[in-house]
């Protein structure tokens, strides 16, 4: 438990709720420790028996950086105390991996709500003792009004250790892939911070200084989210009133972005791009802008590398009057593989036409984790004999005969190799597979039509 001890009635001694319990800091890099206490005050932070030392600004700031630390499954603590007698202790850190994940409604999308929940949440403890921790910012109705950078958020989940009683709520992508990277690289705990919202578009993840530079500053944040937007976020679910929905330019980036640019990160899990469909031209210059100022502003404030990984997720398919629109979205998001270290996650196999959830949010988010950890291989950890970054590329698609049964294809693609065609069915893998080329019939009745690497 974060504790506050004081024997004074003057201005406590604080800290963010990026700071608490349980938490995970970056490993091998040093870390920003930071807070709050009266102008002109000195704060002392313990850590490891050592001591550092900082006086407050005249807005009442104080930071330290803790030394660059390796990996470790055993919890340190931190104290943290200023001349008043006042005291705050954080218990349960560990050094590993931090990822942060953010987007819209299918990062948003909670562990509860896709495939195997019980089983998933049922099996979440033994993560957590494994090294797994997380950390999900709420949707605060003051977020969509924001015109200032924010130092600090309201969390739906504190920083916890995954385990039954506490993923329920979690980003289903970010944990998964959490549970991705520890089950592969067992030893290196892995902290999760999850900032997203169901139905946003990208303006309001970007800067204004970014948002100039990619030619969209002048335009409202809704000028995609017409009738060619195909979600609809996670509303019917009770998350937030339709009154508070982010929309002008910037306001999740001042207050579900900025008060994370002082931690470092390993690497960006990102999920979105639906509600753009109306302006895929516009999306194509953005989004890499963003990814370069996201880079930018970790790397000034929190020294992390200037090409720190970025993975993102390709749109997933649904079935629709805007398919056309959705397509060309999806190559409008290909437009950041031209910079380094971002990979792509091909998601558009994997939708599911009758999710509970709306056909736009598939619930197999395992599948894209896999996939994610397929890709960090490469561009995160260096891997020799990873994947590619991103997923098989389709070449052309003939289509001999189309139906609701979605029966007869004829497909060639550019490279055979490892390339399957399934049928999904009943939210789960059908066993009539082929791998290569090929044409005829393959699904019988009223199915789905995929095409699967079994790489990725």
């Known amino acids: 438990m974060l504790l506050l001890l004081f024997v004074s009635t003057a201005s406590a001694l604080s800290?963010?709720?990026?700071?608490g319990d349980n938490m995970v800091l970056q490993r091998d890099t040093a870390v920003p420790i930071w807070g709050y206490d009266?102008?002109?005050?000195?704060?002392?932070?313990?850590?490891?028996?050592?001591?550092?030392?900082?006086?407050?600004?005249a807005s009442g700031r104080w930071q330290v950086a803790l030394p660059s630390?390796?990996?470790?499954?055993?919890?340190?603590?931190?104290?943290?105390?200023?001349?008043?007698?006042?005291?705050?202790?954080?218990?349960?850190?560990?050094?590993?991996?931090?990822?942060?994940?953010?987007?819209?409604?299918?990062?948003?999308?909670?562990?509860?709500?896709?495939?195997?929940?019980?089983?998933?949440?049922?099996?979440?403890?033994?993560?957590?003792?494994?090294?797994?921790?997380i950390l999900q910012v709420a949707e605060e109705a003051a977020y969509a009004n924001t015109t200032k950078p924010q130092l600090d958020f309201s969390p739906s989940i504190?920083?916890?250790?995954?385990?039954?009683?506490?993923?329920?709520?979690?980003?289903?992508?970010?944990?998964?892939?959490?549970?991705?990277?520890l089950s592969n690289r067992p030893g290196v705990p892995v902290g999760l911070i999850a900032t997203s919202w169901g139905g946003t578009a990208i303006e309001v993840w970007m800067s204004p200084e970014a948002l100039q530079a990619?030619?969209?500053?002048?335009?409202?944040?809704?000028?995609?989210?017409?009738?060619?937007?195909?979600?609809?976020?996670?509303?019917?679910l009770e998350e937030m009133p339709s009154t508070a929905h982010p929309e002008a330019h910037s306001v999740l980036y001042y207050s579900m972005i900025y008060p994370f640019l002082w931690t470092p990160v390993r690497a960006w899990l990102w999920y979105q791009g639906e509600s753009n469909c109306?302006?895929?031209?516009?999306?194509?210059?953005?989004?890499?802008?963003?990814?370069?100022?996201?880079?930018?502003?970790?790397?000034?404030?929190?020294?992390?590398?200037?090409?720190?990984?970025?993975?993102?997720?390709q749109i997933?398919?649904?079935?629709?009057?805007?398919?056309?629109?959705?397509?060309?979205?999806?190559?409008?998001?290909?437009?950041?593989?031209?910079?380094?270290?971002?990979?792509?996650?091909?998601?558009?196999?994997?939708?599911?036409p009758a999710s509970a959830l709306h056909p736009v949010h598939?619930?197999?988010?395992?599948?894209?984790?896999?996939?994610?950890?397929?890709?960090?291989?490469?561009?995160?950890?260096?891997?020799?004999?990873?994947?590619?970054k991103q997923g098989p590329m389709v070449k052309a698609l003939v289509v001999d005969k189309f139906s609701q049964d979605w029966g007869d294809y004829h497909y060639v693609s550019a490279s055979l190799a490892g390339l399957k065609t399934c049928c999904y069915k009943n939210r789960g893998w059908g066993n009539s597979c082929v791998t290569g080329h090929w044409t005829g019939h393959l699904c019988a009745g009223r199915v789905y039509l995929l095409w699967r690497a079994h790489h990725l």
């Open 15 to 19: 800290v963010p709720h990026l700071f």
């Open 38 to 57: 009266d102008a002109g005050s000195n704060v002392t932070v313990t850590f490891n028996s050592v001591k550092h030392t900082a006086q407050t600004d």
């Open 69 to 133: 630390t390796p990996a470790s499954t055993a919890a340190y603590a931190l104290t943290i105390a200023n001349t008043k007698g006042q005291t705050l202790t954080i218990n349960g850190v560990l050094f590993g991996d931090v990822f942060l994940c953010s987007g819209q409604s299918n990062m948003e999308l909670q562990v509860v709500n896709t495939l195997n929940a019980s089983e998933e949440i049922a099996d979440a403890t033994q993560w957590g003792q494994k090294g797994l921790r």
């Open 158 to 181: 504190e920083w916890s250790v995954a385990s039954s009683s506490t993923v329920s709520g979690m980003s289903a992508v970010c944990y998964y892939f959490g549970k991705e990277v």
């Open 214 to 236: 990619c030619g969209e500053g002048s335009e409202p944040a809704t000028s995609a989210a017409t009738t060619t937007n195909p979600d609809p976020g996670l509303s019917y």
């Open 278 to 313: 109306g302006n895929p031209v516009g999306y194509s210059r953005c989004f890499p802008q963003m990814i370069t100022q996201w880079r930018g502003d970790w790397a000034a404030r929190a020294a992390t590398p200037a090409n720190t990984p970025f993975i993102f997720v």
């Open 316 to 352: 997933s398919s649904w079935p629709a009057g805007n398919t056309g629109a959705v397509s060309v979205q999806r190559y409008a998001q290909m437009a950041a593989l031209k910079l380094d270290n971002v990979g792509m996650i091909v998601a558009a196999d994997i939708g599911d």
């Open 362 to 388: 598939p619930p197999f988010k395992q599948e894209v984790a896999r996939r994610g950890y397929q890709i960090a291989q490469s561009i995160i950890f260096n891997d020799a004999a990873a994947p590619p």
